[in-house]
């Protein structure tokens, strides 16, 4: 494949959010330091991510047409077939990015490994150009990762890198029709998560943290819970937050794994503020009320992230 475009996406800084909300740099800062905090981290921070901006566009200049988009512009922006998309960022700012780009291949790209974790993030800004031309010259690998996908019975589509949230857009209890497999019952609960195995190790890890804490309080000698799933498996984990039992609500389907052969469905009885959204990205989601019937299940599209060789 002949690549032409290198679209890399980026998210605001902590220092640029915080000028936004104060309107200033200066009022930003009373308001840090007057709290006790350190605002010179803030703008350490904010030079290292503009270093790394910098030359990770002039290394994409050099090479191809390079456009910049922000995170917030994703769900509009319209990638092709010969786009390269590199996302400078957070861990999160991949996941976000994978949802939009069909198949291409999407470069993570650590802007600050002394304060990022960088998981999804194997180039760093001077890596960054030599993996580049790997693209170019087709001498490059990807690493496959399973996305999960929410489907509505009027025809609209979500897809998640990590995690699915199904549930109230509130603090208020969900009400839905739950169906997996042969059995059926309607629940009352927070809401569900569906993982990925990217995700596994996210929100999915403390809901299973909070369960073996509590567990370990009334059966101190139990053996503790696990779930963790590799990238590219072909399959999704659901759970169940705080399902509630009572006269009108059943609590016996709170677990299982999605597969190819086994969706999961869901039939909102909420009159208002059921959502669905993925990967903590609020702003982006379906409406889960009354009359909404949602399938989830493993998506057809697979996110491909390039690897350092």
Known sequence: MKFENVIVVIGKTRLEQLVERFNTKAQARFYIEHAGGDFKEYELEHEEFQKSLKMVSIAAGNHAKMKLIERKFLPNFLFNNKDIVVALGQDGLVANTAKYIKELPLMGVNPDPQRNDGVLLPFSRDSFEKGLIGLFEDRFTTKQVT??????????????????????????????????????????????????????????????????????????????????????????????????????????????????????????????????????????????NAGCRLEISIAKQKANIVQLN
């Open 147 to 288: 996305m999960a996908q929410a489907s509505t019975n009027d025809g609209q589509t979500l897809l998640a890198f990590n995690d699915l949230f199904i549930g109230p857009a509130s603090h208020t209890s969900a009400r839905y029709k739950i169906s997996y497999g042969a059995k059926s019952e309607n629940q009352s609960s927070s809401g569900l998560i569906v993982s990925t195995g990217a995700g596994s190790t996210g929100w999915l890890s403390s809901v299973v943290n909070m369960s073996n804490g509590v567990y370990s309080i009334f059966q101190r000698n139990a053996s503790k819970i696990n779930i963790k799933m590799k990238w590219d498996e072909d399959r999704l984990a659901f759970v169940v937050r705080e399902p509630f039992l009572s006269k009108h609500s059943q609590i016996s389907l709170t677990t299982g794994f999605i597969t190819a052969k086994q969706s999961l469905q869901l039939e909102s009885h909420m009159p208002f503020n059921g959502i669905v959204f993925s990967d903590g990205i609020e702003s982006d989601f379906l409406q889960f």
